[in-house]
């Protein structure tokens, strides 16, 4: 079963920053795979590289890496911590690390699917979950017990099939769309990655100008604070 959560509006003022604390110890034991590039390790990086190849910013190389960063900064600020992967071999899988949430005694493991979709329509279709689905089980040692959640993050938004694909699996899974720019503007999960730990989260949007459409941007609440990316100890 799909949940949903209503997006509340909120304006600037009024909700408190929730802020975890993150520690060396929630992450113990969890090996990360090499990173598939030394020359660049996060978005200032990776534009001065291309920029120095003279690689082409048109190019499906450069589209792809640029939207990866893009959306590891954007869920960090939903308080996660994650390293870029990616290579031969991973699944699909882009992005791995931890999520730090008050509604959960330790972090969730996260895996992270980006996909920067061109043209018109949504997300894809079904086969975009089963792909996630398949993400879980060649995920490296450390993602593959309990308390792991999959995300699809997308540039274009989930499709009813989508949505219906999502609610059925027995995986716990979300949806993400992520901008180009790096606004979050839909935040959706299933029922198994609520019992995971995401029950009790809310999904608002949060306007930064006077109700301007083209301002606002989903955060996630609990209790209503506003979780935001974590204090390093």
Known sequence: MLLTNPCRQIGRIGVQSLRRSSSSAATDGLIYPESISSQHHDLPSFVEYASRIQMDPK??????????????????????????????????????????????????????????????GGSGGPSQIRELEGA???????????????????????TKAVREALGRSRWPMGCVLC?????????????????????????????????????REVILTWRGEVISEPISL
Not at 68 to 75: G, H, K, V
Not at 76 to 92: F, H, N, P, T, V
Not at 136 to 158: C, E, H, N
Request: with cysteine; glycine share 14%.
């Open 59 to 120: 190019s499906t190389v450069y589209v792809g890496t640029h939207y990866e960063y893009t959306a590891r900064s954007s869920l960090e600020r939903l308080g996660m911590s994650l390293k870029r992967i990616g290579g031969r071999s991973d699944y699909g899988i882009d992005l791995l690390g931890t999520w730090s949430l008050p509604s959960v005694p330790r972090p969730l493991k996260v895996l992270v699917q980006c996909k920067a979709l061109g043209g018109k």
């Open 136 to 158: 879980f089980v060649g995920a490296p040692q450390g993602w593959r017990d309990p308390g792991v959640l999959g995300l699809l993050v997308s540039t274009k938004s989930a």
């Open 179 to 215: 901008r180009a720019d790096g606004k979050i503007m839909q935040f959706l999960w299933n029922r198994r990655a609520a019992q995971e730990g995401l029950e009790g989260i809310s999904v608002e949007l949060k306007y930064s100008g006077r109700g301007d459409l083209s301002e």
